[in-house]
């Protein structure tokens, strides 16, 4: 099943919903739980396709051991929720938040919730929901545990995000040129990446699709969350360092490249291919029963061998799903195993000021037996050292531009 | 001085920063707190000026009794930390999440949190972060308290956001005509509203800034939270009701009309007119010293003399500050007074199926004797039915996509 991937737009089954509460409750079985209170928007998006806006008016679902869900929310939401949601629910409404006593979400929530429950809650779950619960609360995060493993339509929706964000990235790649505001590429790449999206699914929901099509240029790319200026350019030379992440329609996904523009400087080879070299060790590691802690020290170890200990600042990977960033991850300490059906980052990297950052990220499923790449980029130094020249457009652009701009100032 | 506003574009000054932080300090004090765990963003940024990405990496903000704050995050994002935030700061990292034990978030926690500490957390605060608290930890929001009044210098902000939403509003009422797509319109008028906010202040933070302009056409106007339909067209007639609203670089407001196109269908006549007259009564009694629970109670109550009882889906208005929905709240049950600084949608509204919905909402500050609208956009019915003809561009541009599109498929 995990070989062969079927890129898919379009909503869940709801038998594909409902084995997800299946396997919910299954994991409540196991601790004894009479109900299990969800209010992370991705679990609850994960439990009902529904993906809500999230103001200060509680949405909050609860899955019963046996039968169907109930989901609370404002009356204001309950159209919509009815019109997007996938699945057998019970529909319960508070008026408003705040209320007056009697009328709180709080007073629908104890028609449901007994005193003698045993409640499961995230560890997400915020101190104002969690002091509303009568009955013992647990602390768990159980449909968080079961997104770990994807579906066959998972994997097809994210190889469905993956597509397009390939997409996006080679349309960065050709654009970069020396000079060029990052922020225009972004523009084009994200507005054909959402244009796609909705022409493959007309009914794909904005609140759950983003997009970036970002690169850092060399003067910064030593610090990998660094965007605080909106009006950086692509620059001669390299490391750049790409950025395209998104969400298509709630599925997550990324591919980033180290680029460089026309020349690679001397000191960056090195950096470059011993960050390879790391990468590969990572996708050796990252295959069925291998510890996830253990990747990542692997991989670090490697790294520090070869003198970079100073300039390592993050984990090998992390996983995506309803979201592009979650649990698992390949971090030294998570002591977990690796499982067919996860999806991680595989982006093993280091940052050297005065040089700059070098790290690639794909999104990578694990197979029964190994893994295998869901997003396409170039990986070879020749293929990422991208032909920055203007373009004849680009002249024939900055020449009319003279000419319309003559007599204004500078 | 709540009389002389001025719309304002940069970032806080110290001071502005260190008074927010003498407010909360008090405020702990009152509660005889040693420390205050901040963990919500928006507390963050109006502690810090930082906006941060909020990924699965915990960034804790630990503001004590006496003394400047400590800010705990993942040390990644320590430069960028540094080159945004504003007002003095203690920076205390953690490697990575997850980290082996001895190199966790929560082992840094514990070297300033002491046992004997009576430590203050946000009622968002999660479980996951909550448990780790040494000593005894209580839920009590003082920075949402503190957040409720607004300095001169956030009055500024938020008045610069209205006026580019009233600008946006505009561009959407001018470009609106039947058959054209909300979402063309959309994209035009938050392009113009964060270009314009880049030129008057090209430091702003594109990750605290967002802007939205549609508008619901009649045929589910009386859904008010229904945006399921990516590509809904303006329409013949109404009521329309348009949705403008934002974060500019932090500070956010709205601005929302009910509105017509070329004609005003008879039946919509009166239930526009009792919303003005309800808006008018929510004007009047949103003012210091009354109850904020008061105004939406008279207001529904007046609603309900007209029979609008069950057409009622929303409170009267909610608040502005770092987001664009927050405390605290025009809301049958909020038992507060309203005081001066204070900043309040005034948006009291109802909902009828076969009609439509009838809403306006403003961005509105609480002065010293009563209130002034920040946001400017048409309140008459004559100006609210807006000439929706096709204009010469209009049907040049139908008529070219005919000639191009002659022979293809419908």
Redesign the interface.
Known sequence: MLDQIIPFAGAPSKNEISQRITNVQSGMADQGLDFYLCVNPDNIFYLTNFAN?V??RPFILLVPSKGKPVFLMP???E??VR??SVGELEYLHYF??????G??WSDRLTTVLLAEHKVG????????I??EVPGSIE?TDIVDEVRMIKSEYEIGRIAYTCNLLSKGHAQLLTGARPGRMIVELHSQATSTMTKRM?MDN??????NSKFAAIAQPPEISH??????D??MKFAQGGPHVSIVSGLANGYGGEVERTFFMNTVPEKARAPFNDMLEGRALAYELTVPGNSM?EVDRKVNDFFKSKGYGPNL???TG?SFGVTN???P?L????EHEIKPGMVFSIEPGFYIQGVGGFRFSDTVLITEKGNKKLTDAPESLEELTVDGKPSFVDSAKSLMMKVLTKGSKN
Do not use: W
């Open positions: 806006f103001h200060e009356k204001l939401e159209p919509h019109s997007r408003e938040f705040p209320a007056p006593t009328q709180q809650i995230e560890t997400f779950c915020p101190m104002a969690a002091r602390a909705l007309p009914n794909s929901n904005l609140l610090d990998p969350h660094n965007f605080t909106v009006f802690s600042l993050h984990r992390h960033h979650e649990a991850f971090a030294e300490g998570y």
